[in-house]
C-alpha cells in the first residue's frame, strides 16, 4: 500500500494556540480519512476526503486535501484540552487502510 | 448497539504460551481487521478479512494467524508468544463497498509478553 508520512511526531502548544498536523505521500492517494485517538482510547473516524483540493471543517476543525492529493493536513484551531490525543492519516487502498504514524498533541492549559 | 466489542482487555503472557483474542462487532460489517499499536508506530495492520471466509496477510503477520468464523466474528491467534509481542492490539470493521470505508475500533487488548 501506499505509505503515508506524518509530521510532526508530536507538538506541545498552549491551551488557545493553533495546531496542525501533516499527511504527506510520493504518490498520488485515493482518499485520506483522519482518526483521533485519546490517551488509552480507541481510535475514532473523524472525516473522509476524497476531492482534489477538498476542504472540510468540523467546527474548530479544519481538512484539507492537496490539489494534486499527495498531502493533507488538518488544522485545529484554538486548542482546547479536550483536543488532546493522537491524530492519524490514513491513506485508503483496496480493502484496506494505511495508517501514518500519528501527530501526538499535547496541551498546556 | 454495542459496536466492535474485544476480548480479554488485558493480558500476560510468558513466553511460548499461547491465546486467542476474540473480536465480534454488530453492525453487519463486511470487513475485519487486525491492527497492532506500538509506542511511535502508530497502527500497523497483521491480517484482515474483507468478507466472510476470506482472510489476507498485511504489514506484520508473521507469528500470528486469524479465524473469520462467521460475518460477526474475527479472531486472531498467537501460537507461540514472543517479548516482540507485547503491545496493544485492536479490532476494526467496516464496509468496503459504496463511498466510505470508515472503520470502527474495538477497545483494545493490552497483551505483555514476559
Redesign the interface.
Known amino acids: 500500500g501506499q505509505q503515508v508520512m506524518q509530521i510532526p511526531q508530536y507538538q506541545h502548544v498552549q491551551e488557545g494556540e493553533d495546531f496542525t498536523t501533516y499527511c504527506n505521500s510520493s504518490t498520488t492517494l485515493s482518499n485520506i480519512q483522519w482518526y483521533k485517538q485519546r490517551p488509552g482510547g480507541h481510535p475514532v473516524f473523524l472525516i473522509q476526503l476524497v476531492k482534489s483540493g477538498e476542504v472540510k471543517k468540523q467546527k474548530r476543525l479544519t481538512f484539507q486535501f492537496g490539489e494534486a492529493k499527495k498531502n493533507s493536513s488538518l488544522h485545529i484551531t484554538a486548542t482546547q484540552t479536550t483536543d488532546v490525543g493522537t491524530y492519524f492519516c490514513a491513506n485508503q487502498g483496496a480493502q484496506k487502510l494505511v495508517f501514518g504514524q500519528g501527530t501526538r498533541l499535547t496541551i498546556n492549559p | 448497539n454495542a459496536g466492535v466489542t474485544q476480548t480479554p482487555k488485558f493480558q500476560v503472557l510468558k513466553t511460548g504460551q499461547s491465546m486467542t483474542l476474540q473480536c465480534a462487532q454488530d453492525m453487519n460489517h463486511n470487513?475485519m481487521?487486525w491492527y497492532r499499536q506500538d509506542p511511535?508506530?502508530?497502527?500497523?495492520?497483521i491480517y484482515?478479512s474483507?468478507s466472510e471466509g476470506t482472510t489476507d496477510k498485511?504489514e506484520v503477520p508473521n507469528g500470528y494467524n486469524v479465524s473469520r468464523l462467521n460475518k460477526r466474528e474475527f479472531s486472531l491467534r498467537l501460537e507461540s508468544a514472543a517479548p516482540s509481542q507485547t503491545s496493544v492490539y485492536?479490532c476494526?470493521s467496516s464496509w468496503?463497498s459504496g463511498y466510505?470505508?470508515?472503520?470502527?475500533?474495538?477497545?483494545?487488548t493490552r497483551l505483555t509478553v514476559t
Open positions: 470487513s481487521y511511535g508506530m502508530g497502527l500497523r495492520l484482515y474483507a498485511g485492536f476494526a468496503t466510505s470505508y470508515e472503520q470502527y475500533f474495538g477497545p483494545g
